[in-house]
């Protein structure tokens, strides 16, 4: 199956730093999202994105598809960013709509 | 919008009892769903994917027999772990996928422990 690595997979930041989340994978993927995972176990969805680049508020993130990998920048981090964020991909192809996660890189900003 | 709930959101069991968690789709209609489980401080794993209408299919070495899984309409979907004993102690989460898009969304979950 594809596999999905994470990096890194321990982050510790200071409050307004900025950081560079990294998902690589193994094969070609037309899904591919971007979760936070709070402290209580909600998964949060932050980005939609098997290629390009979105923004949303201080987070954004960039997929390149032929180069098969993803990156999440946050930006001006807040105490609140902390947590797991976790990458998951879908191979390309296929019927179903399974997605495979990475290990996570877990966030934690400090005040 | 895409808001996914999960019913109960802990519970305690006795070893040897059943245990059933639902899982809806509150605001759009989900022909796919899927459920996962996740230990501490590790990621998910797919046990299942849930399809409204047809039996679930599981992922390797997932019991069928012990994870009973019923997709009964587009928004509902429910796991049941029958028999449990404490190693099924865990994070259960479920997701479904928007009828038009290949856009998951996740439920909050239910912590399992099994006493």
């Known amino acids: 199956g594809i596999q999905v690595e994470q990096s890194p997979p321990d982050l510790i930041l200071q409050e307004g730093a900025n950081s560079t989340l990294r998902c690589n994978f193994s094969d070609s993927v037309n899904n591919l999202q971007w979760f936070h995972q709070n402290p209580w176990g909600q998964l949060i969805n932050l980005f939609y994105i098997p290629s390009g680049t979105k923004q949303n508020g201080r987070l954004s993130a960039t997929t390149v598809a032929t180069e098969r990998y993803s990156l999440l920048y946050i930006s001006s981090s807040q105490t609140t960013d902390s947590g797991v964020y976790f990458c998951a991909v879908k191979?390309?192809?296929?019927?179903?709509?399974?997605?495979?996660?990475?290990?996570?890189?877990?966030?934690?900003?400090?005040? | 919008g895409a808001v996914v709930s999960q019913h109960p959101s802990w519970v305690i069991c006795k070893s040897g009892t059943s245990v059933k968690i639902e899982c809806r789709s509150l605001d759009f209609q989900a022909t796919t769903m899927f459920w996962y489980r996740q230990f501490p401080k590790q990621s998910l794993m797919l046990m299942a994917t849930s399809n409204e209408g047809s039996k679930a299919t599981y992922e390797q070495g997932v019991e069928k027999d012990k994870f009973l899984i019923n997709h009964a309409s587009l928004t509902l979907s429910t796991l049941t772990v029958t028999s449990a004993h404490p190693e099924d102690s865990s994070f259960y989460i479920c997701s479904a996928r928007d009828l038009w898009a290949y856009t998951q969304y996740f439920g909050p979950g239910t912590r399992l422990t099994v006493l």
């Open chain 1, 91 to 111: 191979r390309s192809g296929g019927s179903n709509y399974k997605l495979t996660f990475g290990k996570g890189t877990l966030l934690t900003v400090n005040p």
